[in-house]
């Protein structure tokens, strides 16, 4: 069965800083998706960002990157320029590439605070 | 596009009731949807799977006859907790793909928090 660890409950940063948010999971596949979920206080999860694990090249979406290292089994989240709204928990997720298999699994979360 | 809607937002309930929730692919048609439960604080917790069509697919320690998944239609998914304890009071989601959509992505609607009384 995959995990996804995330090892920081709470993180905290400067607006307009930049912050990494840590995720390792354990698997025996080598063909998946990770995903970076946001909770703000509505409780609405929002998809950050994805990597497909046959893809090197790190995703980036705005603001948004990862640093995927598919050895280590790591896929750490960077905020840059942080800002107000970026406050909220954020989950890492995994989901198997293979057919019929499409659960997502979570890590533990990361609340993140923005400092104003 | 790829809206997912859930109602009711809130429900509260009398303990040994039953109470229905509702989760609607408003702009696809989606034929995997699935079913989380999140206790406050913690994590989303996978509690089934269901397809169009079929019996839902339940996790380890889901009881299915207290949990019970329909998805009669591609567009609906309901879930309902019967003879609801205390125990029971959580908040619960619901997430769907399928259509047109990208394989990989699961659109997640906004919750349902259940309190039993």
């Known amino acids: 069965a995959q995990t996804v660890t995330q090892s920081q409950p709470e993180m905290s940063v400067q607006e307009a800083e930049t912050v990494t948010l840590s995720c390792t999971y354990d698997?025996?596949?080598?063909?998946?998706?990770l995903f970076w979920y946001k909770q703000p206080p509505s409780r609405q999860m929002i998809l950050v960002i994805r990597?497909?694990?046959?893809?090197?090249q790190n995703a980036t979406e705005n603001r948004f990157s990862v640093n995927f290292q598919k050895a280590a089994k790591s896929f750490s989240l960077k905020i840059s320029d942080s800002q107000l709204g970026d406050a909220a928990m954020y989950f890492c997720?995994?989901?198997?590439?293979?057919?019929?298999?499409?659960?997502?699994?979570f890590g533990t979360g990361t609340r993140l605070t923005i400092i104003p | 596009g790829a809206v997912v809607s859930q109602h009711p937002s809130r429900v509260i309930c009398k303990s040994g009731t039953s109470v229905k929730i509702e989760c609607r692919s408003l702009?696809?048609?989606?034929?995997?949807m699935f079913w989380y439960r999140q206790f406050p604080k913690q994590s989303l917790m996978l509690m089934a799977t269901?397809?169009?069509?079929?019996?839902?697919?339940?996790e380890q320690g889901v009881e299915k006859d207290k949990f019970l998944i329909n998805h009669a239609s591609l567009t609906l998914s309901t879930l309902t907790v019967t003879s609801a304890h205390p125990e029971d009071s959580s908040f619960y989601i619901c997430?769907?793909?399928?259509?047109?959509?990208?394989?990989?992505?699961?659109?997640f609607g906004p919750g349902t928090r259940l309190t039993v009384t």
């Open positions: 997430s769907a793909r399928g259509g047109t959509l990208s394989s990989y992505e699961q659109y």
């Open positions: 698997t025996s596949e080598s063909d998946y998706y």
């Open positions: 990597q497909e694990a046959y893809k090197q």
């Open positions: 997720a995994y989901r198997s590439a293979n057919f019929g298999n499409e659960k997502l699994t």
């Open positions: 702009d696809f048609q989606a034929t995997t």
């Open positions: 269901s397809n169009e069509g079929s019996k839902a697919t339940y």
